[in-house]
Every structure is written in C-alpha cells, then in structure tokens.
Nanobody, 125 residues
Framework: QVQVVESGGGLVQAGGSLRLSCAAS????????MGWFRQAPGKEREFVAA????????DYADTVKGRFTISRDNAKNTVYLQMNRLKPEDTAVYYC??????????????????WGQGTQVTVSS
C-alpha cells in the first residue's frame, strides 16, 4: 500500500515563500515519478510541477515557472515544492501525486495513481 503525505502548507503574505514536502511510503520515493497539482475553490485541478525518478527531468506550469522549484531527496524519501514570490492566485489546496510505473509522468493527473490528502496554501494580498 502506497501512502503519500503532504506537509508545509499555511498562510503567507503575497511575495512570501513556503516549502511543501511530500513523503511517499510503501517503496522508496526514488521508485516514483512525482508531481504537484493544485485545486482552488470552484476550479478544476491543475498541474503545477513534475519531476522524474532521478530528478533529472522536471516541468512547470507557465503560471509558476521561475517562482516555484520542484526537487527531490531520494535519500530522505521526500519531494519538495519551493514556492517563492507567492501571489494571491496561488491560493489552493496543493496535492502531491506519485506514479510507480513510470520514470516521468508529466502534466496529466490521470497518469498518477497515488495521491495525498492535500495541504492548504493561502496567500493574502
């Protein structure tokens, strides 16, 4: 059984920073392609960032490129999303997703089998 658990959300002022963490149990996190998605109230879930098993490949939504960084520490079994220069429109529940059958799963949320419960990020103006 794979469990994915996010942490690190909270309330921050516009322009501030947060770092989200995602731990995947069941197998070492190096066994998973990982991704971050978010969903704001009344909106559909959207892609934020993705990273390959080795960390050698990553991708970002245009709305966060240059502000967010996805990384992974396979020794600590953790994937991170560093979020800088946050904007009110970044307010959402952020979800971590894991896919064990692929090296890299990219932007399509349907390609990820395992999801965390989400962590709330609120950016005040």
């Amino acid at each position: 059984q794979v469990q994915v658990v996010e942490s690190g959300g909270g309330l921050v002022q516009a322009g501030g920073s947060l770092r989200l963490s995602c731990a995947a149990s069941g197998r070492t996190v190096s066994s998973y392609a990982m991704g971050w998605f978010r969903q704001a109230p009344g909106k559909e879930r959207e892609f934020v960032a993705a990273i390959s098993r080795s960390g050698g490949r990553s991708d970002y939504a245009d709305t966060v490129k240059g502000r967010f960084t996805i990384s992974r520490d396979n020794a600590k079994n953790t994937v991170y999303l560093q979020m800088n220069r946050l904007k009110p429109e970044d307010t959402a529940v952020y979800y971590c997703a894991a896919e064990p059958s692929a090296y890299y799963s990219g932007r399509d949320y349907a390609l990820y089998h395992y999801w965390g419960q989400g962590t709330q990020v609120t950016v005040s103006s």
